[in-house]
């Protein structure tokens, strides 16, 4: 026992600094907000030690656990929004989804269903909707998108 006392009994404000610090660094790492909540819990430990310069150890360790543990009770309920997506624009980055409903320009006759659109500056692979086979500069509507090509019906 005295060997976990020697242990705790050195513990200085930069060592809580550091802590911290480390649990920060890990959560800019993986993104659960957890240790977050922690590691600001570390840094107002140290931020007391160094107030309060004669606190032990055992009242460093009470403040941490019942900062970490009010932290992340909070982090879960009342800062639950931080977590969240903004979902206003759920398009932004893409460019296939975006397509859907653009209007587009035939390049050549179709042949079996398949064939080649051009929407805005680019071609692209494009699927008749039901294979349809439709002529050159048929103007047409892009119905949906399916990994690198286009699905086009007629406008």
């Avoid at 404000?13 to 909540?37: K, P, Q, R, S, Y």
């Avoid at 349809?132 to 007629?154: C, E, I, Q, R, Y």
């Amino acid at each position: 026992m005295e060997s976990i006392m020697d242990f705790f009994t050195p513990l200085e404000a930069w060592h809580w600094l550091a802590i911290g610090l480390v649990l920060i660094g890990v959560e800019m790492a993986i993104g659960t907000f957890d240790l977050l909540f922690i590691g600001i819990a570390a840094l107002l430990t140290a931020l007391l030690k160094l107030v309060i310069p004669g606190m032990g150890w055992e009242m460093q360790m009470i403040i941490f656990a019942a900062a970490a543990v009010t932290l992340v009770v909070l982090g879960r309920t009342v800062f639950a929004n931080i977590r969240r997506v903004d979902n206003k624009r759920p398009l932004l980055n893409d460019r296939m989804a975006r397509m859907v409903g653009s209007r587009g320009l035939v390049v050549g006759d179709f042949t079996a269903g398949t064939g080649r659109v051009k929407i805005g500056d680019t071609e692209w692979l494009a699927h008749g909707v039901d294979g349809a086979d439709l002529k050159d500069g048929t103007t047409v509507l892009v119905d949906d998108v399916d990994a690198t090509s286009v699905k086009v019906k007629p406008a």
